[in-house]
Structures are given as structure tokens and as C-alpha cells.
């Protein structure tokens, strides 16, 4: 390359601030000194001023004004490379960490390119809840604006990623794996926002660390709590009041107390008072508590850790109401979860070991009545040992554990025999008329465990990672793993070109599926394949993008006949024959100017299942199969303490399995559904859009927040599932079709205070 060209290609990489320099009165102040750790300049007579960067100046810079006679006053920049950044600090009487930064601190900093080899990574910290309208104070919803993750986010709390089932993503607190982490089979789930420090989504391959998993993994970290003075914070919104303390007891001993209570029931009766919902909605009941004690003492750092997370739903069908949930009169559910965990943190020369006892115990009851009754209580423990060492090794470092987990599942009740249902396909809420199973299995399961991951860098520009993972659960007679390895390197233009392979396999999350009697104990672990090829570009306009595309290839996959007159007798019904691909693009673009950020989120899915047991469709989309999912979102700063934020939501449809007809079952006096072609149709697309107000403010020694939200402000109707009601067997008139629709326009108010 020619020596012009090398210029021209240095100047557009470097980093420039230009900006004037002003007093109280908007006057020019002249010949200030305006520095950074990369150089300094002095303002002249119009108090202008101007600063190079070099190529190394991606992030934020602290930049110092001093004025003749005056003390320095710091400003805080984000800037990217190439970038010209135009500003104006007006310095105050009273020399602060002011200006520019109280703005700063509301918008989101550009992500920087990740040069670590993990792909499909995203780090989420409680601001980002703030900034992202319709989330409702929930982590999981927050996750769903993300590339390559498809929901239905204001009925559910739960999500799928890049064509895996919801089940095929597991979930962490602090370290301990939960069997599940939402309310109320998914309404939302149990993270506490107010202690969220940090939440770890990875879509790709999951790193060795965790549970072998097909399609990913949350880890949401709740903060310490390490305090030296009081700390208390709390928040009454519009469904929640939830409150935490930190408290300092002695010189290395704090404590954290938090609590949040739900009170869904007033929301729903102000929202049906208004007319803006009919009866059709039931109001939740949310309530969880929280005590963390952290102590350092020497080279330990101890955690102890008690949760309790418990919810209920209640709801009888009235004379002459229209059904809930398709031909349900009466629907009962509560479930109670309990974390206990101990940690210790200890620095071992230049690595960390950490020690981990966790205890936890999930209990759920549902009883269903309607045209077929259905009862169950469901236990489910485990009690969990494990170490882990991480230690550097020259530019890269090496990881390892043992992990011994004791797991046992508890089912008292019966479950809906769908052994003669389609797998992965979506029906509308109908009476099929299929019947329960009555199971009482007492399941326990020991699943010993070792992993390690070894992170290097042959060359400067290069980064390699490979990571396995072994598990050896007594409830399966197959081993359970999972492998990955990844490149990352470092383009000339500062981006990271990326690549990952994986293979892991992962029981049925289903319990009932291993068990003698309705299931088949010898089922073999799932499996999937993956490969993802990744791009991540900083732009010189302060943004930065991230594209990936990926390839999943599924095997072993467990499976059933479609039709309940195909279901075997001798206890088989289930088989590890089923097949299945995912295929995509996920699209990530993040930047900021100085008052606003901005998001979009883009993913496009291909996924399909093959059933070779089927009578059937063999071969057909899943029933999360939604080709384009999409989120935009924009933040604007328009004074200092002010925020606003809007977000769009749009996907494609789901698709569904139609009924296309009705046969008479003289026996039961009932209409029974005749489908048609497996996953066949597709619910109309989905569109919302949500904004937000946020405006800071002092009240005395507090520091004061109060929120407003208007959820599906165009109330859009999206079409949730259709319903069907049992019809008029005597007058032979077939069951009529219903829809239940997602959630239409509503408010979403709050205040939050912090001492």
C-alpha cells in the first residue's frame, strides 16, 4: 500500500474532538488547557478547541478543562475510531464530573467488540431494563430484544433461541442451575431486577462451565452487597412493591434483606374497571424474599445465600363466562421455590478458586378442571458441591472443575397422555379429549461432573479456546457432553472475525419421558451440532455491528406416534429417532451520539423436525418457527435527569396445526377436533410498540426516580391462540371458534427512591 493511502487510511481510523469551551454566561473561555492521557490542547480566542486520538482510543476518555486561575473540571467522551466528536462543555462555578457525563450516564456505552472467542455472547445489566419499554422489570423479557431469541414477551416470560425448544436453555443464580426459573409456568420470572448486577445470555455454543445444553444458557448475577455505609432502595410500580437494604454489620460483614410483592389483582381490576380488558385475564399472585450475608476475612471472600421465590393463580370459570382456556372451567397453580448457597472465593497465587454448596428445592401444583380432570404436585431437589480454579497462563489462562450434584423428581398426580400428540407442534386451546395417565415416580438421579477450558493466543492477533464437558447422570445409561471450540481474530480494522464449533447432548428436560410406565428409560441424550461464523465492526459514527449466522444440526431426538391409535402398549411410545436443523442470521447494530442511543435486533430462522414415527407430516416447522423476528429501540436524553425510550417488536407468525373439522363421540356426549397437516398455518404477525419517561430527581438526601410506560400504545391486536368452545352436542352444533389475544394498550407506572 502507498504511503498516501496509509495516511488517509490512519486519518479516517483516528479519533477527534472538536468543541468550544464556555463560562456560566456562554462566553468563550479562552486559552483553557483541554487534556486527556492521549495529549492536550489550549482553547483559543472563540475558546475552540481540538484533540487527536489515536487508533487505540475506543472508549470512553475522561477529558479535563482547565481554565486560567480555575480548578479542572472532567467531562466524560465515549468515542469510537474515525469518529469526529463536536461538543461544548460549559463550565460551572462549582468544578464536578458534570456536563456531558450526567447525559453519558443515562445512555448505554457502545459495546465494544468482544475479542474473547465466545460467540453469540450478551452481557445485559440492570440499566438496560430501564431502557427497554415493555420488559416490565424482568431480565428474561429485556433478553428477548436480543438477535436470534423469539417470545411472545407480554404474555410470557419465557423465550427460544436460534430454533431450540424453550427447555433446551438452561438457567443460573449466582452459579446455582435452576430447574425453573419463571412464575407460574413462565408469566415471569424470579430475578429480582433490584439486585441483577450482571445477566450472561449466550445463544451459541454454551461454555463448559454450565450444564451441557443444546441451544444456550442465562446466568443473571445478583450483586454482593458489599456496603460500608446504609444503602436502601425501593420501587412501587404499577404490579410490584419490592425493597432491598444493604446493610454493614462489621468491618468486612454486610448484609442484604430484599423483598418484592405483587399486586396484579388491583392492576387487572383498574384495568377492567377502565374497559380496557374483560374477564378473560387473571391476575397472578408474586411474591419473593431474599437474605445475603458476604464476609471478607483474609483471602476468603464468603457468600451465604437464602431465596425463596413462591407464586400463585386462581381462576373459576362463572355462570354464563366464556372460557379461559379453551374448554377449562377451573384452573388452580402455585409454585414454591428455596435456594440455600454457600460460596468461597479465594485467590490462589495469580488464579481464583471457588468452592460452592447450593441446596434447592422447586415445588409446583396445578389442577385443571374441565371436560377431563387433571391433578399433580411436583418436588423436585438438588443439592450441589462443586469447585472451580481459573488460572492466567502467559496471554491466555485455563479453567477447570468438579461438580457432584444429587437431583431427585418427585410426581404425585397425572400428567396429559400426549403420546399420540405431534412433538414440537402447536395446537389451538380445544378439548381433544386424549386423557390423563396417572404417574407416581419418585426419580432420584447422582450426576457426577468435570469440565475444563483452556484459553490461548498463538499469535497477537489470534485467539483460540477449546472447552469439554463430562457428565454422568445415573438416570440415563449414555454419557452427556458437550464440546466447543473457537477462533477469534483481530482485523486491521479493529473488528473481530470470528468461528465456533460445538456438539452436546442433553437429556430430556421432561423427566416423564425416562420414566418406566409412560416414558422410556432408554432414551439416549439429545444432540445437536452447531457451527456460527461471526463479524463484530466498530463504525466510525460511535456504533458497532454484529453478525452472525449459524447452522444446527439436531439428532437423537426424542419422539412419538402423531396418532393415539399408533402408540404401542409395551412402553415404547417414545424413541431417539427424531431429527431436526436450525439454520439463521442474527443481526445486532448498537451506537450513540451524544443524546441519543439507538438499537436494532434482527434475526431470521429456518427450523424444521423430522418424526419418522408419524403417520403424518414427518417433516414440518416448529412450532417457534417465526422466520423474521425484529426489535428496534431508540433513548434520547433531551435535558439533564430526563430519559426517553421507545421500542418496536415485530415477528412473524407462529405456526399451528388447524382443526379442520369436528367427529361426534356419542359415548362422552362430546366434539372431538380433526386436525389437519402438522404446523401447517401460521398465527397472523405480531407488531407492538412501548415507550417510556424517566425522569431523576433529589428529595433531600434521597435520590428519586419516577417512571411511566404506555405498553402497545398503537393497541395492535395480536392474536395469541385460538379457542374453541365445547360446542352444543344435543342441538349438534360444533364447537365455535375464539381467539385469545395478547395484552392492548395499558399504562405501566412507577416511583423508586435510593438512600
Known amino acids: 500500500m502507498c504511503a498516501p493511502a496509509i495516511a488517509v ?3 479516517l481510523l483516528q479519533a477527534r474532538l472538536e ?6 454566561r456562554g462566553e468563550p473561555v479562552v486559552r483553557a488547557v483541554v487534556s486527556t492521557t492521549d495529549g492536550s490542547a489550549t482553547t483559543d480566542e472563540r475558546g475552540s478547541f481540538t484533540l487527536v486520538f489515536p487508533l487505540a482510543a475506543t472508549d470512553t476518555v475522561v477529558v479535563a478543562v482547565l481554565p486560567r486561575g480555575g480548578s479542572a473540571q472532567l467531562f466524560e467522551e465515549s468515542l469510537m475510531p474515525g469518529e469526529v466528536r463536536k461538543v461544548r462543555y460549559a463550565l460551572t462555578a462549582s468544578p464536578a464530573l458534570s456536563g456531558t457525563v450526567s447525559e453519558t450516564r443515562l445512555l448505554p456505552s457502545v459495546p465494544k467488540p468482544d475479542k474473547s472467542p465466545q460467540l453469540g455472547k450478551y ?15 424482568d431480565v428474561t423479557r429485556a433478553i428477548t430484544t436480543l438477535p436470534g431469541v423469539v417470545s411472545d414477551p407480554d404474555l410470557l416470560a419465557t423465550f427460544t433461541v436460534r430454533g431450540g425448544a424453550s427447555d433446551e436453555t438452561i438457567d443460573y443464580l449466582d452459579g446455582v442451575p435452576l430447574s425453573n426459573p419463571f412464575h407460574l409456568g413462565g ?21 463448559p462451565q454450565y450444564d451441557a445444553s443444546l441451544s444456550g444458557a442465562l446466568d443473571v448475577a445478583y450483586a454482593t452487597g458489599e456496603t460500608k455505609k446504609l444503602h436502601v432502595e425501593a420501587d412501587v410500580s404499577m404490579q410490584t412493591a419490592k425493597a432491598v437494604a444493604q446493610i454493614p454489620v462489621t468491618d468486612g460483614l454486610s448484609l442484604t434483606i430484599a423483598l418484592r410483592r405483587s399486586y396484579f389483582e388491583l392492576y387487572f381490576a383498574g384495568l377492567r374497571a377502565a374497559g380496557v380488558i374483560n374477564s378473560d385475564y387473571v391476575a397472578p399472585e408474586i411474591g419473593e424474599y431474599f437474605g445475603r450475608a458476604y464476609w471478607v476475612t483474609g483471602a476468603h471472600h464468603l457468600t451465604l445465600t437464602y431465596a425463596r421465590a413462591s407464586d400463585g393463580f386462581s381462576f373459576l370459570l362463572k355462570p354464563g363466562e366464556k372460557p379461559l382456556f379453551g374448554t377449562t372451567t377451573g384452573l388452580n397453580l402455585s409454585n414454591i421455590l428455596q435456594l440455600a448457597a454457600l460460596t468461597d472465593r479465594v485467590a490462589v497465587g495469580n488464579g481464583e478458586l471457588k468452592l460452592m454448596g447450593a441446596f434447592t428445592r422447586d415445588q409446583s401444583s396445578t389442577s385443571i378442571a374441565s371436560a377431563t380432570l387433571a391433578a399433580r404436585n411436583v418436588v423436585q431437589l438438588n443439592a450441589l458441591a462443586r469447585a472451580d480454579l481459573t488460572y492466567p497462563i502467559g496471554a491466555g489462562s485455563l479453567a477447570g472443575g468438579v461438580e457432584f450434584s444429587h437431583r431427585q423428581y418427585d410426581f404425585r398426580g397425572q400428567v396429559s397422555d400426549d403420546r399420540g400428540i405431534a412433538p414440537w407442534a402447536s395446537f389451538p386451546l380445544v378439548e381433544t379429549g386424549q386423557g390423563v395417565v396417572p404417574v407416581t415416580s419418585n426419580a432420584p438421579s447422582e450426576v457426577p461432573a468435570v469440565y475444563a477450558s483452556f484459553l490461548a493466543k498463538p499469535l497477537t492477533a489470534l485467539s483460540a479456546e477449546a472447552g469439554a464437558r463430562l457428565e454422568f447422570p445415573s438416570l440415563s445409561r449414555s454419557l452427556v457432553y458437550s464440546l466447543r471450540t473457537a477462533l477469534a ?3 486491521p480494522t479493529h473488528g473481530i472475525l470470528k468461528a465456533e464449533a460445538g456438539l452436546a447432548t442433553q437429556l430430556p428436560a421432561n423427566v416423564l419421558l425416562l420414566l418406566p410406565g409412560y416414558g422410556n428409560p432408554d432414551l439416549l441424550p439429545e444432540r445437536s451440532r452447531q457451527l456460527v461464523l461471526a463479524l463484530e465492526q466498530p463504525l466510525p459514527i460511535q456504533a458497532l455491528v454484529r453478525l452472525e449466522a449459524f447452522a444446527k444440526w439436531y439428532d437423537r431426538l426424542a419422539v412419538n406416534p402423531d396418532a393415539q391409535a399408533n402408540v404401542p402398549t409395551d412402553g415404547s411410545a417414545f424413541q431417539s429417532l427424531g431429527t431436526g436443523t436450525a439454520k439463521g442470521v442474527d443481526l445486532l447494530v448498537a451506537g450513540r451520539t451524544q443524546r441519543f442511543s439507538y438499537g436494532l435486533a434482527a434475526g431470521l430462522l429456518f427450523a424444521d423436525r423430522t418424526n419418522p414415527l408419524a403417520s403424518g407430516s414427518t417433516t414440518y416447522p416448529v412450532a417457534w418457527d417465526q422466520r423474521l423476528t425484529t426489535s428496534a429501540n431508540v433513548s434520547y436524553v433531551p435535558a439533564d435527569r430526563w430519559l426517553l425510550s421507545l421500542r418496536a417488536s415485530f415477528h412473524t407468525g407462529r405456526p399451528y396445526t388447524p382443526v379442520v373439522g369436528f367427529t361426534r363421540d356419542e359415548a362422552n356426549q362430546r366434539f372431538l377436533p380433526v386436525f389437519g397437516a402438522t404446523d401447517s398455518l401460521r398465527y397472523p404477525n405480531f407488531f407492538e410498540t412501548s415507550a417510556r419517561v424517566e425522569h431523576r430527581f433529589t428529595w433531600g438526601p434521597i435520590s428519586m426516580t419516577w417512571y411511566g410506560e404506555l405498553l402497545n400504545f398503537t393497541n395492535q391486536t395480536n392474536l395469541f391462540v385460538e379457542t374453541y368452545d365445547e360446542g352444543d352436542f344435543a342441538n349438534n352444533v360444533p364447537p365455535a371458534q375464539g381467539s385469545f389475544n395478547h395484552l392492548p394498550i395499558r399504562p405501566f407506572l412507577g416511583i423508586r427512591g435510593e438512600y
Open 489 to 491: 481474530y483481530d482485523l
Open 9 to 11: 487510511l490512519f486519518a
Open 19 to 24: 468543541g468550544v469551551v464556555v463560562n456560566e
Open 123 to 137: 452481557v445485559l445489566d440492570r440499566a438496560d431494563l430501564d431502557r427497554s419499554p415493555g420488559s416490565m422489570e
Open 187 to 207: 408469566f415471569a420470572s424470579i430475578y429480582n431486577p433490584m439486585l441483577i448486577k450482571s445477566a450472561q445470555f449466550f445463544a451459541g455454543a454454551t461454555p
